[in-house]
């Protein structure tokens, strides 16, 4: 038998595609469209900007009632990439990919009429993917928040030229904070939702600042400790998950299971702390009033006072690991990586991972 599919190739080849978009030819130059055509050229409607999908994907974490929303956002050549991380009820692993598809929603009795126009139809995630070069959900799973990164071209999708200017805002009669002037740029977008959500706390920065605010914002809401010696991150909330790491590479390879990627020298200088941290955007916008993020945690300085240079670590670690070099060879063991040197409060440990050679 004949591969359903092959028919519909070939149909689509010696037809141009026009009689898989209709359903029936009405006469008179009218017809009515298949299901899938509608949903296409919907899509291609719904988003016409960067701007559109930072608005639609900030909705979508809203949704999931995240309290936490960290926005990572960069530009190299053409290619615009947008990550977003959320603490909200995340999404389970079969459906990473189902999201993407039309009339997909968790939203059944809970349809949203907002200042963007209807949310909840099941076309927002398939909509975004059908304008830009890349959309997936990097990490989430049930109650554990989401990653999702989109990356966009900006000769196919386009955005505003001026993309470094904040909008200005005023209190209304209410108090409550609204934009009145700016480029309609991806700050004004991520400013206009703040204000419209105050209860969210939504932060707004490169990739690397975005991790080392992570990192800052787990350390305040729970024991350094417990992070510093999870074995597992991936039981952690998405969001905590880089600041499991107390060497280089592994905040690198946390950061990339985020979407978040960078250099091992980048993150040298998050370990450092020499990236600066984000503020909320409601705390930029009204520093009288809101709260900072506490710094970094330096991992290299116990709450005593304690403090080793990041230079003098990484000799401290090539010595561990010639030192090692000595049971490696009497017991046949091979070192999995570069030894894990954590300094805390009172002590500073050291942990080997190892495989056992055959």
Not at 11 to 16: F, I, K, M, Q
Request: glycine share 6%.
């Amino acid at each position: 038998m004949t591969d359903p599919d092959k028919i519909l190739d070939l149909v689509s080849a010696v037809t141009g595609g026009e009689y898989l978009k209709i359903e029936e030819d009405l006469g008179e130059g009218y017809v009515r469209l298949r299901v899938s055509e509608a949903e296409r050229r919907q899509a291609k409607h719904d988003i016409r900007s960067v701007e559109d999908v930072v608005v639609e994907l900030l909705r979508n974490a809203r949704d999931a009632h995240a309290h936490r929303i960290f926005v990572a956002t960069a530009r190299e050549g053409e290619l615009r990439t947008v990550t977003f991380v959320d603490d909200g009820v995340g999404i389970p692993a079969p459906m990473h990919e189902r999201v993407f598809e039309p009339r997909v929603t968790s939203k059944l009795e809970t349809m949203v009429m907002d200042r963007w126009g209807v949310h909840g139809r099941g076309m927002a995630l398939y909509s975004v993917r059908s304008n830009v070069r890349e959309a997936r959900i990097c990490a989430s799973d049930a109650h554990k928040g989401a990653a999702v990164r989109v990356i966009a071209d900006a000769e196919v999708l386009p955005e505003r030229a001026d993309q470094s200017r904040w909008p200005e805002v005023e209190p209304r009669e209410d108090g409550r904070l609204h934009v009145i002037r700016g480029p309609h740029n991806i700050l004004r977008r991520v400013v206009e939702f703040a204000c419209e959500h105050p209860e969210v706390d939504v932060y707004l920065g490169s990739p690397t600042e975005i991790i080392a605010t992570m990192r800052s914002v787990a350390r305040g809401a729970r024991d350094a400790t417990d992070l510093l010696f999870c074995e597992d991150p991936g039981k952690l909330p998405v969001w905590q998950r880089p600041a499991c790491a107390d060497d280089a590479s592994t905040v690198t390879e946390l950061a990339a299971g985020v979407g978040l990627e960078i250099s091992e020298r980048t993150a040298h200088r998050v370990l450092a702390g020499d990236i600066p941290v984000c503020s909320t955007v409601m705390a930029v916008l009204r520093p009288d009033r809101g709260e900072r993020p506490r710094a970094e945690a330096d991992i290299y300085r116990d709450r005593r006072g304690l403090r080793v240079h990041a230079a003098d670590l990484a000799s401290f670690r090539r010595a561990l690991e010639e030192a090692f070099d000595v049971l490696a060879e009497r017991y046949y063991l091979t070192l999995r990586g570069e030894p894990k040197v954590t300094v805390g409060r009172d002590e500073i440990r050291v942990r080997f991972e190892v495989d056992k050679d055959d």
